[in-house]
């Protein structure tokens, strides 16, 4: 009888997980496995210990930092049940340490040869050269295609980089913002580094949840910084909604990405503005109030926008209110156009940072931003008037243009059809390409 042979870098093993045991197919046993994050499944080798390493390594390495996670963050601004680590950012990472679900799939064995070559150190992990990647990505690349003016380059190309350094939460989030734009400037591989992105957001926005309470005076800017690029990473699928197919993308990615800005303002309320603008550097000029001169006050005062809005603030006191309770959805409402009124000025004032519209969003109310996650109509007719004013600073940004678009044509799916004319004024200058001050106002909702 004829020996049967194995198959040249074929390995048999009982050690994959039990989703490709009864799919009948091969597991490349990473810790979670390459289907198992194709598919966006759970991995049930994370639920079990990692095998002892069968190859040891020529050094010994340091010991791996405390900070790797074992198991799937679940759900997140980005959405995506991606596995964690921290490996990505250690080059001590062992043989035996966390695989990375990014990497290529790992090539079959080769065929044996006379001379054997040895294994490369731990030290240059898949994950630790990834991370050297992005970081390379975004000093030359991202960080110049972020927006730009004399306060903010020194921030994104020197200041935030540096800071992440000594905070790992920032340097997550730093590495999710390159990734992300990795994936934008190269559509070919867009689903790989989209998933390097969320990899990332997840340890960032983990600690971030876990550790507010933990703010103090050697640590605000880091998280100030962080939820910064939060906040751009998440406006990107908003923005770009016609590329994210893994999921759909609703009103409640808007809401999210609110509630990024307005935990900055919850930052900020850490200490007095004065003290946050006497460490100096950017930071300094970059929370410097906007200057209006009572020309271009006046001037905005008698504008078409302001005109609507008295219109859409008309609409906003018939609200029903709870009198007993001095924040409600009246007061809200109200409270959100009165802001959007400034944030006109501030698009209006010559040269005011164009980045100022969003600070409408941090100074909205919790409250009215859970209506626009739950889709009440009067809070769609005031955002889809935002949507229309800030279309005009979108320009060039590529991970905020066709945000407004985007959130228009969410509104107009989901408002209901007796509250559908409210939003035909912000519409047409948002399809249309027009300033809001050069559309006409009547006293109806059109």
Same mark, same amino acid.
């Given at each position: 009888?004829?020996?049967?042979?194995?198959?040249?870098g074929?390995k048999?093993?009982? *050690? =994959?997980?039990?989703r490709?045991k009864?799919?009948r197919v091969?597991c490349?046993?990473?810790?979670?496995? &390459?289907r198992c994050?194709a598919?966006?499944t #759970?991995?049930?080798l994370?639920?079990?210990?990692?095998p002892?390493?069968?190859?040891?390594a020529p050094?010994t390495p340091?010991t791996?930092?405390s =900070?790797?996670?074992?198991t799937?963050v679940?759900?997140?601004a980005?959405? =995506?049940?991606? $596995?964690?680590?921290?490996a990505?950012?250690?080059?001590a990472?062992?043989?035996?340490?966390?695989t990375s679900?990014?990497?290529?799939d790992?090539?079959?064995?080769?065929a044996?040869?006379?001379?054997?070559?040895?294994?490369?150190?731990?030290?240059?992990?898949?994950?630790?050269?990834?991370?050297?990647?992005?970081m390379?990505?975004y000093?030359?690349?991202?960080?110049?295609d972020l927006?730009?003016?004399?306060?903010?380059e020194?921030?994104?190309?020197?200041a935030?980089?540096?800071?992440?350094?000594s905070?790992?939460f920032?340097?997550?989030g730093?590495? $999710?913002?390159?990734?992300?734009h990795?994936?934008?400037?190269?559509?070919?591989?867009r689903?790989?580094w989209?998933?390097?992105?969320?990899?990332?957001? *997840?340890l960032a926005?983990?600690?971030?949840?876990?550790?507010?309470?933990?703010?103090d005076?050697s640590n605000?800017?880091?998280?100030?910084f962080?939820?910064s690029?939060i906040f751009?990473?998440?406006v990107?699928?908003?923005? #770009?909604?016609?590329l994210?197919?893994?999921?759909p993308?609703?009103?409640?990615?808007?809401?999210?990405s609110?509630r990024?800005l307005?935990g900055?303002?919850?930052i900020l309320?850490?200490?007095?503005i004065?003290e946050w603008?006497?460490?100096?550097?950017?930071l300094d000029?970059?929370l410097?109030q906007?200057?209006?001169?009572p $020309?271009v006050r006046? $001037?905005a005062?008698?504008?078409?926008?302001?005109?609507?809005l008295?219109v859409?603030?008309a609409l906003a006191?018939e609200v029903p209110?709870?009198f007993?309770?001095?924040?409600?959805?009246?007061t809200?409402?109200?409270?959100?156009?009165?802001?959007?009124?400034r944030s006109h000025q501030v698009?209006?004032?010559?040269?005011a940072h164009?980045g100022g519209?969003?600070?409408?969003?941090?100074?909205?109310?919790a409250?009215?931003i859970e209506?626009?996650?739950?889709a009440?109509?009067?809070?769609?007719?005031?955002l889809a &008037?935002?949507?229309?004013?800030s279309?005009?600073?979108e320009r =060039?940004?590529?991970?905020c243009?066709?945000w407004s678009?985007?959130?228009m044509?969410?509104i107009?799916?989901?408002?209901?059809?007796?509250?559908?004319?409210?939003?035909?004024?912000p519409?047409?200058?948002?399809?249309?390409?027009?300033?809001?001050?050069d559309m006409e106002?009547?006293?109806?909702?059109?």
């Amino acid at each position: 009888m004829e020996k049967r042979t194995r198959r040249l870098g074929h390995k048999k093993s009982r *050690n =994959g997980c039990q989703r490709c045991k009864a799919r009948r197919v091969k597991c490349d046993e990473n810790r979670p496995c &390459h289907r198992c994050v194709a598919h966006n499944t #759970h991995c049930s080798l994370l639920d079990a210990p990692p095998p002892p390493p069968s190859i040891t390594a020529p050094l010994t390495p340091p010991t791996v930092s405390s =900070g790797q996670y074992a198991t799937a963050v679940q759900g997140s601004a980005a959405g =995506g049940g991606i $596995a964690p680590s921290d490996a990505s950012l250690s080059p001590a990472a062992t043989a035996s340490a966390f695989t990375s679900p990014y990497a290529p799939d790992p090539a079959p064995h080769p065929a044996a040869s006379t001379s054997a070559s040895a294994p490369d150190p731990p030290d240059f992990s898949e994950d630790w050269l990834q991370s050297l990647r992005l970081m390379h990505h975004y000093s030359t690349s991202a960080c110049i295609d972020l927006p730009q003016d004399a306060c903010t380059e020194e921030l994104w190309q020197t200041a935030i980089p540096e800071m992440a350094c000594s905070h790992k939460f920032l340097m997550h989030g730093l590495l $999710a913002l390159s990734a992300l734009h990795y994936a934008h400037s190269h559509p070919r591989e867009r689903r790989r580094w989209d998933l390097v992105s969320v990899h990332h957001q *997840n340890l960032a926005l983990r600690f971030f949840a876990t550790r507010l309470a933990d703010i103090d005076k050697s640590n605000c800017e880091a998280y100030f910084f962080l939820a910064s690029l939060i906040f751009i990473v998440s406006v990107y699928p908003v923005a #770009h909604a016609d590329l994210i197919r893994d999921r759909p993308v609703g009103l409640g990615d808007v809401a999210q990405s609110c509630r990024f800005l307005h935990g900055v303002k919850g930052i900020l309320d850490f200490q007095p503005i004065d003290e946050w603008r006497q460490r100096g550097g950017p930071l300094d000029v970059l929370l410097r109030q906007p200057c209006i001169s009572p $020309a271009v006050r006046g $001037a905005a005062s008698a504008s078409a926008f302001q005109k609507r809005l008295d219109v859409v603030t008309a609409l906003a006191r018939e609200v029903p209110a709870t009198f007993n309770e001095v924040i409600n959805e009246q007061t809200v409402c109200v409270l959100a156009l009165e802001s959007l009124r400034r944030s006109h000025q501030v698009v209006k004032s010559e040269g005011a940072h164009v980045g100022g519209v969003w600070g409408w969003c941090v100074t909205l109310p919790a409250l009215f931003i859970e209506m626009i996650d739950n889709a009440h109509p009067t809070a769609l007719v005031i955002l889809a &008037h935002f949507a229309a004013l800030s279309r005009m600073t979108e320009r =060039g940004d590529w991970a905020c243009a066709g945000w407004s678009r985007g959130v228009m044509l969410m509104i107009d799916e989901e408002i209901e059809a007796e509250w559908r004319a409210w939003i035909e004024w912000p519409k047409k200058c948002l399809m249309g390409e027009m300033d809001v001050d050069d559309m006409e106002v009547a006293d109806t909702p059109v």
